[in-house]
């Protein structure tokens, strides 16, 4: 069945490193892929996104990485900063049947950034 | 930044009580979903709407009902809350489609406890 799922469950850096955070996912179809951050007690929050006709996209200190060949996702963040703890889920969809209605997520990546 | 309101933010409520979870977003998104998430678990979908008078069950069986009257509003009613009912509810919505992204954007959700 179609699933998104994480390789690491946890990932600890230093202040000032930088962060990866990989996800797999088995669906061909999917071709929208989509990175949210959701820090305790608040709704995920959207950081990047990238189409399937990409391989690569950069936001501001985050960097999309999309194979797929081997349908593997990444989320590089550079200069990873305290704020930048939170738990980081991915999520994917296909414009397959009328549109992007449903998103399909992972279990999560908590990062723990220690000074 | 994407402006969808959710009320109450905390609710603790005896067994048997009936419940209404609000939602609201002043976008004139006509795409909103319900997705139920445990602890630092990923997001299951219970409930969607492509727009008014269209509503859809979600992927994860719930017994909530949900409702679209009005575009803005996308309630969820619990008839008979149960404490298997515990999670965090997060609520959604999506521009149209054809925009420059896709991605859903979520409330701050409401973190329901029934004892």
């Known amino acids: 069945g179609e699933s998104v799922g994480l390789h690491l469950p946890t990932l600890s850096v230093q202040e000032g490193d930088n962060s990866i955070i990989n996800c797999a996912y088995s669906?061909?179809?999917?071709?929208?892929f989509i990175w949210y951050k959701q820090e305790s007690g608040k709704g995920p929050q959207f950081i990047i996104d990238?189409?399937?006709?990409?391989d690569k996209r950069q936001g501001q200190r985050v960097t999309v990485l999309l194979n797929k060949t081997v349908k593997h996702l990444s989320l590089q963040i550079a200069a990873t900063q305290p704020g930048d703890s939170a738990v980081y889920f991915c999520?994917?969809?296909?414009?397959?049947?009328?549109?992007?209605?449903?998103?399909?997520f992972g279990a999560g990546t908590r990062l723990a950034v220690h000074p | 930044e994407a402006d969808i309101y959710q009320t109450p933010r905390y609710l603790v409520i005896g067994t048997g009580k009936k419940i209404t979870l609000e939602c609201s977003q002043t976008?004139?998104?006509?795409?909103m979903y319900w997705y139920q998430q445990d602890p630092g678990m990923e997001l299951h979908l219970i409930h969607y709407?492509?727009?008014?008078?269209?509503?859809e069950k979600g992927d994860l069986s719930s017994e909530s009902t949900v409702s679209r009257i009005r575009t803005e509003h996308f309630p969820l009613t619990l008839e008979s809350a149960r404490p298997s009912h515990t999670s965090q509810y997060l609520c959604?919505?999506?521009?149209?489609?054809?925009?420059?992204?896709?991605?859903?954007?979520f409330g701050p959700g409401t973190r329901l406890t029934v004892l």
């Open positions: 999520a994917e969809t296909s414009s397959f049947s009328g549109g992007y209605n449903k998103l399909i």
């Open positions: 959604a919505s999506r521009p149209p489609s054809g925009g420059a992204t896709d991605t859903q954007y």
């Open positions: 709407s492509y727009g008014v008078n269209s509503t």
């Open positions: 976008m004139g998104h006509d795409k």
């Open positions: 990238i189409r399937s006709n990409m």
């Open positions: 669906n061909s179809a999917s071709d929208y």
